[in-house]
């Protein structure tokens, strides 16, 4: 499937002609072993927030999210 990101970026893309939005929007625990909460954000307004041991994971795991929603809108249309 590949990285969730890029794909729910070109998914976002192709249908809405626009980008997503991300953003870190906390952080929790020591420096050493912080916890990261990042919220990616639809052009249509939905989001999806995740808690990861970086940004990186943090991304993934929201735009996972937002990819399972995603596809089941659009087999909803189908």
Do not use: W
């Not at 929007?25 to 995740?50: F, L, S, W």
């Not at 970086?54 to 596809?71: C, D, H, I, S, T």
């Amino acid at each position: 499937m590949g990285n969730p990101i890029i794909r729910l970026g070109e998914l976002t893309q192709r249908y809405y002609g626009k980008n997503i939005e991300t953003e870190v929007v906390g952080q929790t625990g020591p420096d050493h072993c912080p916890e990261i909460k990042v919220r990616i954000t639809m052009p249509n307004g939905e989001y999806e927030e995740a808690t990861g041991s970086n940004k990186k994971v943090a991304k993934q795991k929201a735009a996972e999210r937002l990819l399972k929603r995603f596809q089941d809108i659009l087999f909803d249309r189908e």
